[in-house]
């Protein structure tokens, strides 16, 4: 089934470890993104990728890292993670730079104790 | 500067009725207007968008009403049922600029049996 398969679906981590979470997608878009959802605060777009080789800050990037270095994976690394980054994190991708539907992974949930 | 506000946070309908949701924007160069739908445990979803060339698009019992003087637009659920019980987000966006991709806060709605 097509789609965007992120990894783990959850995970506790002690604060200052590194942790990577993963994101493939098959169906070949160029544009892929991060977000971050907390109760409230809906949405939160943290790094965006518009094509492979290419990446961008969004709103909330600090503490976060990404790389794209093909069209299919876009993972998000946490340098040294705090309590604050506590959250669900969606990898989400779209066919192209400039068409409107965003497909979602089913999310990773984070706790950082 | 808050782009987006959507309104109400959460909301209660009894089955049958009508469920509406309200999103407000600030940025005129904004030119695709969807709403998301997210079940408990997954990734939000497209539903249902428009484009600013039309003031209103219906899909079986959902229809998105635009006010572009307003620089508002809705979500309308007819004919409610427990199975729509979901948040819902808007979040429009300019498509020349993707990156700038901006959701509101989330409606939690819930439709009693």
């Known amino acids: 089934i097509a ?37 409230g605060l809906g949405l939160r777009l943290i ?9 961008g800050k969004g709103e909330v990037p600090d503490g976060y890292s990404v790389s794209r270095a093909n069209t299919d994976d876009f993972p998000l690394t946490l340098a040294s993670a705090v309590p604050s980054q506590t959250s669900v ?4 991708s779209r066919r192209d730079f400039y068409t409107g539907e965003l497909f979602f992974g089913e999310g990773s949930r984070l706790t950082v104790l | 500067q808050q782009q987006v506000k959507q309104s109400p946070q959460s909301l209660i309908v009894q089955k049958g009725g009508i469920s509406i949701i309200n999103c407000a924007y600030e940025n005129t160069a904004f030119d695709y207007f969807p709403w998301y739908q997210q079940f408990p445990g997954k990734g939000p979803a497209l539903l249902i968008a428009i484009r600013p060339d039309v003031s209103e698009k219906k899909e079986g019992r959902f229809t998105i009403s635009f006010n572009k003087s307003a620089k508002q637009f809705s979500l309308h659920i007819m004919d409610s049922q427990p199975g729509d019980s979901a948040t819902y987000f808007c ?16 409606t ?6």
């Open chain 1, 47 to 55: 790094h965006y990728s518009n094509t492979a080789g290419t990446t």
């Open chain 2, 108 to 113: 939690q709605l819930t439709v009693n049996p």
């Open chain 2, 91 to 106: 979040a429009p966006w300019e498509e020349t600029s993707g990156s700038r991709l901006t959701f509101g806060e989330g």
């Open chain 1, 89 to 92: 994190y969606f990898c989400a």
């Open chain 1, 3 to 39: 789609g965007i398969t992120q990894a783990p679906t959850s995970q506790i981590l002690a604060a200052g470890r590194r942790m990577t979470l993963r994101c493939t997608q098959d169906m070949r878009h160029n544009a892929m993104y991060w977000y971050r959802q907390d109760l």
